[in-house]
């Protein structure tokens, strides 16, 4: 029963600061602070929100960016994944390949819209955006995970005459694994992020972000707090399964955390 | 039947070169160790028992001298000779029993079950099977990492510090066990320790080792009959004697002439 009385008190501590931002809103807008031409009601966000209910395109547009985020976010840390084992176990390639990775992570995912474009004018150039950004959490965490596998595992390791390949697949993967966890939680969370920006930089393809873009140029501001709101509440979503995730499969470094 | 597992250290001197320094950590190391014997080797911290170890089980090379097992020259680690280390060194994300599988190798499924068993119900571990290591207290993860380092039937284990981080209840209780399990597999046991009870306790020959570099000082064999009565006044003795190489010992008057 107590468990249940703490988990209510964290719903309640979590919703008390939208709770208040919102009451505030209400006010603003009600007594004319927040000018209602320029900003939204909340009644006005509810009505639009009902209106793209009703005719479907809230839920069809954000489809559209779900499965393009998830696209972009398996091709991207799938990708990095790899990057990160091979930069880690190989020292050579580490230094090899290390230096112009860590170029190209400085050039503002933007800079690759207009290259992008080149390679498709359709779905791809949108993936390929998202799986760009959602690569390097992966590649960067991997890496460290496998740079700190304990010394001490691999000796065991050796001791056992293990091989190269028994010694990755024994200790290093199943050691490093939690902290590819934590770069896959990062790069979801960044996927969902860029999708907008993608929607936005190679329109036409629908999705929540061009619907918000339209929206703005037909002056509906209510529509794009709509977008802000489902996106905020999209992506708190993912980031919490992703961290339910993270728990369950690394249950044997929090818990050593904890009792040592 | 087990196979020998007879051991010589020859003349055996180790370096360790850093960028500048050079660390004499063992100089001319001689040692022979009888078949199914129980060896612990004493010494202060730094004295180079630990690299004597991992000399012998293969993880440290490029050293002077030979290390004959059975007459062979060894060359890098194998699987006739197993190792505790000070920390259990158990994979945190697998239970008991897949930490006990680990080593095996060469074997269907259904032997390695059986194997598992066996050597789980030998260190006395049986109902921990699907257990954690977080799960564990220290002496039962030295009891999981004993069993996995067994699995394999070598011919020699090296034990290093293993009872080192116990309570003092906790370790004497696992000497006994470590004695039993001694018995049981007849094998031979080298073990590294600065716990003079602990090694008057268990073993056939103390080896003394003095530091920087690290010698031998002296050999001292433990003739007392098994079980060891830790109260007896010949275990005190044979405690006053190990100490008497560390000048830990309590002089007596009476061995004074004026």
Redesign the interface.
């Known amino acids: 029963m107590k468990s249940k009385n703490i988990q209510l008190m964290h719903v309640l501590e979590a919703a008390f600061l939208p709770a208040i931002i919102f009451v505030a809103w209400f006010f603003a807008s009600s007594y004319d602070v927040l000018p209602r031409n320029l900003f939204p009601s909340p009644v006005d966000v509810l009505s639009g929100f009902y209106e793209v209910l009703n005719d479907g395109s809230f839920f069809y547009n954000l489809n559209i960016s779900v499965i393009r985020v998830l696209k972009g976010f398996l091709l991207g840390s799938i990708t990095g994944f790899f990057i990160g084992i091979t930069l880690g176990v190989s020292r050579f390639l580490e230094k090899l390949i290390t230096p112009i990775f860590n170029a190209i992570r400085q050039v503002p995912l933007p800079a690759w819209a207009p290259l992008l474009v080149l390679v498709s004018l359709g779905e791809m150039s949108r993936v390929l955006f998202i799986a760009i950004g959602a690569c390097y959490p992966v590649v960067l965490n991997t890496f460290e995970g496998v740079k700190n596998v304990r010394h001490d595992y691999m000796e065991v390791g050796k001791v056992f005459k293990f091989s190269k390949v028994k010694s990755f697949f024994k200790i290093i993967l199943p050691s490093s694994f939690p902290a590819t966890l934590t770069g896959l939680r990062l790069s979801l969370s960044i996927s969902w992020m860029l999708v907008v920006a993608a929607e936005i930089f190679m329109t036409s393809g629908g999705g929540i972000g061009e619907m918000m873009w339209s929206c703005r140029e037909f002056s509906r501001m209510d529509l794009v707090v709509v977008g802000i709101i489902a996106i905020a509440f999209v992506g708190f979503a993912m980031n919490f399964t992703m961290r339910k995730l993270e728990r369950l499969f690394s249950f044997w470094r929090i818990t050593l955390k904890q009792s040592r | 039947m087990k196979s020998t597992g007879t051991l010589a250290v020859k003349n055996v001197s180790k370096k360790f070169k850093s960028q500048e320094t050079e660390i004499h950590v063992l100089d001319d190391i001689n040692l022979s160790v009888k078949s199914g014997e129980f060896i612990t080797i004493v010494g202060l911290s730094g004295c180079g028992k630990t690299t004597l170890l991992r000399l012998i ?3 440290e090379s490029d050293y002077a001298g030979d290390i004959l097992l059975d007459g062979r020259k060894l060359n890098g ?3 006739d ?3 505790v ?1 000070q ?1 259990h ?1 158990l ?4 239970t008991v029993e897949k930490n006990v599988a ?2 095996i ?1 060469g074997k269907t499924d259904a032997e390695k079950k059986e194997i598992v068993q066996n050597h789980i119900e030998l260190v006395g571990l049986k109902g921990f099977e699907k257990s ?3 799960q564990l207290s220290g002496g039962m993860s030295q009891r999981a990492a004993i069993a996995r380092s067994l699995v ?1 039937n070598p011919k020699i284990l090296l034990l290093d510090e293993p009872l080192g981080a116990l309570d003092a209840l906790t370790r004497m209780y696992m000497h006994k066990e470590l004695e039993r399990i001694w018995k049981e597999e007849s094998i031979t046991m080298i073990m590294v320790t600065h716990d003079v009870d602990e090694a008057v306790y268990l073993s056939d020959k103390i080896v003394v080792m003095s530091a920087r570099p690290g010698k031998l000082q002296k050999i001292i064999p433990v003739p007392l009959a098994r079980p060891r009565d830790r109260a007896s006044i010949d275990f005190a003795q044979m405690k006053e004697k190990v100490l008497e190489e560390f000048m830990l010992h309590t002089e007596h008057n009476f061995n004074y002439s004026i």
């Open positions: 089980v293969g993880l680690p194998s699987l000779r197993g190792i280390f920390d060194r994979f945190p994300w697998l680990l080593g190798v954690y290591p977080y394999n």
